[in-house]
T-cell receptor, first 114, second 108 residues
Framework: DTEVTQTPKHLVMGMTNKKSLKCEQHMGHRAMYWYKQKAKKPPELMFVYSYEKLSINESVPSRFSPECPNSSLLNLHLHALQPEDSALYLC?????????????FGEGSRLTVL | QKEVEQNSGPLSVPEGAIASLNCTYSDRVSQSFFWYRQYSGKSPELIMSIYSNGDKEDGRFTAQLNKASQYVSLLIRDSQPSDSATYLCAVGGQNFVFGPGTRLSVLP
């Protein structure tokens, strides 16, 4: 069973739409991550939440807005995206935050911006 | 800025051979190192973690770490076609960083 669950698996949106990606983890981890991955490239870190607080924002454009309602949930709100934002968006969790813990990934949400 | 480099691919090996994947990292104080496997269109899957100098074996996989040389490697013994994937080296810490990946093809 996948212990990091992402929804939706696929999302198509126009440049004027507002949508959200959701992630839930069931491992009791206290750090959650958003990564963006383009084809044939490695995952690129976007945001890190540690104990429900934003600890890292890798200079991500404001059209991406993260939210961590509780220790199990992580959202990524999307607004006014560009076609170049089309990618696989990966959620991950780890324990302990910022330490030696392995990252466990969800299956990803594949986003297409028209 | 933490950097992770991997040997350029693609790497092709015949079935049953040993595949050797290499990785170097720039941050001398890094303490945790990981190998992920990623099939096309799928998310990365953790296959090995290593924290101490030396070798760590898990089934057909052996990870090797040399902190003095800032070098991590992954050996895959008795390679199978199902091992064909991209292998990502990662360095842990607050900002978990991935290398560019090495694509491995195991030829039947």
């Amino acid at each position: 069973d996948t212990e990091v669950t992402q929804t939706p698996k696929h999302l198509v949106m126009g440049m004027t739409n507002k949508k959200s990606l959701k992630c839930e983890q069931h491992m009791g981890h206290r750090a959650m991550y958003w990564y963006k991955q383009k084809a044939k490239k490695p995952p690129e870190l976007m945001f890190v939440y540690s104990y429900e607080k934003l600890s890292i924002n890798e200079s991500v454009p404001s059209r991406f807005s993260p939210e961590c309602p509780n220790s199990s949930l992580l959202n990524l709100h999307l607004h006014a995206l560009q076609p170049e934002d089309s990618a696989l968006y990966l959620c991950a969790s780890s324990q302990p935050p910022g330490g030696s813990g392995e990252l466990f990934f969800g299956e990803g949400s594949r986003l297409t911006v028209l | 800025q933490k950097e992770v480099e991997q040997n350029s691919g693609p790497l092709s090996v015949p079935e049953g051979a040993i595949a050797s994947l290499n990785c170097t990292y720039s941050d001398r104080v890094s303490q945790s190192f990981f190998w992920y496997r990623q099939y096309s269109g799928k998310s990365p899957e953790l296959i090995m973690s290593i924290y101490s100098n030396g070798d760590k074996e898990d089934g057909r996989f052996t990870a090797q770490l040399n902190k003095a040389s800032q070098y991590v490697s992954l050996l895959i013994r008795d390679s199978q076609p199902s091992d064909s994937a991209t292998y990502l080296c990662a360095v842990g810490g607050q900002n978990f960083v991935f290398g560019p990946g090495t694509r491995l093809s195991v030829l039947p």
